[in-house]
């Protein structure tokens, strides 16, 4: 078992790497970050240089990055990486993981499975395909907590983070997400192979 540590854009991606680390059998040292992408490009460096003795799980969603193919985020960012610096790029934004269990997330949101996208990774703007969807969903604590007010300038609903993170932690299944996700799979596959 590691002791890894995060670095991420926000809440819900922490929410992401916790469970991840702890399903392969890890255990999450520090979090840091959770200030969105640009915190990232400007400190992750900083942070390879500590990862000589401590491993780091870095979440960036692709689509913050202004590259044209995740390759290019980690050759532009980080082309020296060490050993213990596990840089994964979300293609493309989290929620594409989360869509990835597609059976659990329609009865989470009690809509249809079939209004789940089949390959979650391909969608261009994975959060409000998520939101659009829950806006189909037969509860209306479902829509309430998820979509933001008719008028609203809001890109999310008042208790977004909460209800997805208590889908996360609750009912995401991580193995079967990452037969829908092939982005999610190569992270999964790189924590597994660490002692």
Not at 51 to 73: H, Q, R, S, W
Not at 104 to 130: G, R, S, W
Not at 167 to 182: G, K, L, M, V
Request: hydrophobic share 40%.
């Amino acid at each position: 078992m590691g002791i890894i540590n995060l670095l991420v854009e926000g809440e819900i991606d922490e929410f992401v790497a916790r469970k991840l680390v702890n399903v392969v059998g890890h255990q999450v040292g520090s979090c840091y970050g959770k200030k969105g992408s640009g915190y990232i490009k400007n400190k992750i460096r900083d942070f390879n240089k500590s990862a000589n003795n401590v491993f780091y799980l870095v979440l960036i969603d692709f689509m913050d990055t202004g590259c044209k193919c995740p390759p290019e985020v980690i050759s532009n960012w980080l082309p020296f990486k060490n050993d213990l610096m596990l840089f994964r790029v979300v293609v493309r934004e989290i929620e594409s993981w989360i869509m990835a269990d597609r059976n659990n997330l329609a009865k989470f949101l009690q809509v249809n499975v079939e209004k789940i996208p089949q390959f979650p990774d391909n969608e261009n703007d994975p959060k409000q395909k998520l939101i659009n969807i829950a806006r189909t969903s037969r509860s209306s604590n479902i829509i309430s907590a998820i979509v933001p007010e008719q008028g609203s300038t809001a890109q999310v609903g008042k208790l977004y983070n909460s209800e997805i993170s208590r889908f996360i932690y609750t009912f995401w299944d991580i193995y079967a997400a990452r037969e829908n996700s092939p982005s999610l799979d190569k992270c999964l596959k790189n924590l597994e192979v660490i002692q």
